[in-house]
């Protein structure tokens, strides 16, 4: 999804986190936030984990309430098949 306000533009990119765990591994979905001003090019990318915080919403005030994040659920284990 991509947003644009006043002087910047948002982008939010999905993605499954794929870990390895002791017999198996762990997935998570997660995402990023891309920021970057309307006359540049260069974008800077956020953790969305991070954003899930209370004080994320001190340090970006200009979107929360306007962008819509996606929720983050716990990571799910798969445990591996031993043949």
Same mark, same amino acid.
């Given at each position: ?8 533009? $948002? /982008? ?5 986190? +794929?870990?390895? =765990? ?22 800077? $990318? /956020? ?5 899930? +915080?209370?004080? =994320? ?27």
């Amino acid at each position: 999804m991509r947003y644009g306000f006043c002087c910047e533009r $948002f /982008v939010i990119v999905e993605y499954v986190l +794929k870990m390895k =765990a002791p017999n198996g591994y762990l997935t998570r979905d997660s995402f990023l936030l891309g920021i970057a001003p309307i006359d540049k090019e260069n974008w800077t $990318f /956020v953790d969305g984990t991070g954003l899930q +915080k209370p004080e =994320a919403k001190t340090q970006f005030p200009e979107f929360f309430g306007k962008i819509e994040l996606p929720q983050l659920k716990p990571p799910v284990f798969h445990q591996s098949i031993k043949e």
